[in-house]
Structures are given as structure tokens and as C-alpha cells.
């Protein structure tokens, strides 16, 4: 009876955790963040989002803000699997929409992306390829989706994640059968296919100083000596809480925009041990206050980009069992600190 007692005591006490944790702590600052973003100097604050998102109501009246978000990165439907699931049969379906969005609620557009190692379609990854038979497949998936969308995208993330931690080339099926030169490759012929967009290689991890960054910077001097196109990198900025260090993500920032590129935070989210409480939620609002008030401080940091903005549609609880409650908007869209934290370092002011 005593342990049925404690044991019922003890599931209403987590319950009652979970109930607060979740809705006490809120943002309090007005201010829309893509206006605030411009205010400061930078080109956007923007969103991930993804299709099957868009049937949900409330999430799709946020997201078409534009005040609130100036800028859409597709999560899924541009990738490989999506878009040229066998080869040379093309589908834009997903990708079109998103940017049929953008253009309606006047938002710029970051295409993601070209090159991948995930979610590639099966008769790539397992394709037994050779240099000869994969760099024409490269120019071919490249050039048909970048000319697709070509004069519409203001950036594309061309290369994703090219590097291990360690800063060695990581060894997916490009790299294995074309060596490095597969992303001069890519970049050459989505220049070709589209001369306005802004080509970035686009890596996590960046953000703290250490071989990974190093390897980038020497990445993209070869790149540059070489007269390839490359225009930016991006800084993924997926993070854990407490664990944001903005004089290191300075530096490296500066490492980049030292070489004439710009940089931007392509996939900003802050993950937490759950159960959330109230202190990690101020911590986090501190965290994305200096990644934000870092790109503020940088003046070729064009913008900031959030992988989604709400814990509704996060991908981090599915690929990070215990974590989540990583983005500036709850699971009832309603703000959190950390869209204060945001707010702060784009008015650089303490409201
Ligand atoms: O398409 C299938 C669908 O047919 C199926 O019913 C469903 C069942 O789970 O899965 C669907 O595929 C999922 C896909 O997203 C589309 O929703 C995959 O399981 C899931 O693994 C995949 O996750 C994506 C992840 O990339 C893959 O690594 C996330 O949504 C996407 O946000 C995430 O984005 C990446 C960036 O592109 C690069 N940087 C890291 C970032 C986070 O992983």
C-alpha cells in the first residue's frame, strides 16, 4: 500500500514536472525576428521546414510570416532521394512547392542540397562506380536541379558535410571513387547552371576551433587557388546545451570570411536533456543568444537559419533518444526563452 502511495506520489510529481517545464517559462519580447534580423544588417532570419509539415494550420500561418521568417530551407525535398530517385528521372514536386511558398510570402531561399552522402537513392550509393562513369552522374544531378531552380535560389548548399571531426575528407561514394575532386566537380557545374546563386559547402561542428575547422579552411584555400567557384560556408549549429563557445565560433567565422566568403548558421537548434527545466531553458536562451549576437558581430555572417523553428516538427528527439525541446518555439508553437535570446542579440540590447 506505502509503495502504491510513493509510487502513485511520484508519477504525479514527474507529471506536474512535465506540465511546468513545458509551459512556464515564455518569451516575452514582441519584436518579429526576421525585422530584427534586418535591423541589424543581416539578409534574414529564417526556418527549416518540410512538406508534410505544411498541412499543419497554425504551424504554416507562423511559418508565412515574413516579418517572422525571411528565409525557407527545405529539409528533405531537394535531397537526392527526393529528386532523382532513379536515374535521369527527375522530380521537383516537394522542391517546387517550397519555393511557390517563399515566393508568395516573399522569402529568399537556401537550396539543400546538391551533394550528400545521406539520403542518396540506392543505385548511387550502391552503384559500382568508376571516376569516368560517376562524374558525369554528378554534373548531371547537379546541373539539371540547380538550372531547375536556377535565378530563384539565393544560395545552395552544394556539398554537405565533406569532412569527419577528425578534419579528414569523409569517405562516402564520391570521395571514394573521384577522391576530392568531386567537389570541385559539383561546384563548377552549379555555377554553370546557375551564375547568381551563392555556392557554400555546408559542415557541422565547425564551431568549435579543432581540426575540423582547420581541414574547412584548407578545403577552401585548394578551392580558391584552383579558380573554383565557392561562395560561402555554413555553419550547421546544431547544438547542446551549455555547450556554445562564440569566441571560438567567431574565430572560425573569421577564418572564412578572412578568405572573401561569407558564412551563415544554416541549422540552428539547441538541444536538452529531457525532462526541460526552467533553468535549461534560460541557459538556452543564453546559448542562442551568442550564436545569434556571433553572426551579429561578424559582418559576412548573412544570416541565421533555424532547423525548423518549432519542438512540434524537430528532428531531434527521433535521432537523439532523451533530447529534445531544441528549438525557439515549443510543441503549441508558443515562444520560449530562447526567442528572447534571439530578440536580445539582434537589437543588442537586455530587454
Ligand atoms: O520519406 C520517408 C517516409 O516515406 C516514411 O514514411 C518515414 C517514416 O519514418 O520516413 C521518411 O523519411 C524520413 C525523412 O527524414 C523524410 O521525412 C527519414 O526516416 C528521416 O531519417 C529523415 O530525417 C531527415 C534527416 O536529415 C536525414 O538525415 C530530417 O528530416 C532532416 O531534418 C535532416 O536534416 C539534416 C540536414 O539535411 C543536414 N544536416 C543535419 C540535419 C539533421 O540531421
Redesign the pocket.
Known sequence: MLLLASALFLALVQASVALHTSTSAKATSTVALNTAAKAAGKLYFGT?T?N?ELTDKAYATLLNNTMMFGQLTP??TM?WYATEPEKNVFNFTGGDQIVALAKATGKIIRG??LI?H??LPDWVTNGSWTPETLAPVIETHVRTEASHYAGKMYSWDVI??PLYDNGTMRANVFYQTLDSSYISIALRAAHAADPKAKLYIND?NLESTGPKIDAMVHLVKNLLAAGVPIHGIGF?G?FILGEVYPSQLQTNMERITALSLEVAVT?LDIRIKLPATDADLEQQKADYMSVVQTCVAVSKCVGVTV?DYTDRHS?IPS?FPGYGEACPWDVNLVRKPAYDGIAMAFKNCTM
Open positions: 527549416a518540410d508534410p529539409g528533405n535531397k539543400h542540397n550528400w545521406n539520403q554537405n558535410e557541422y550547421q546544431h541549422e532547423w528532428w535521432f
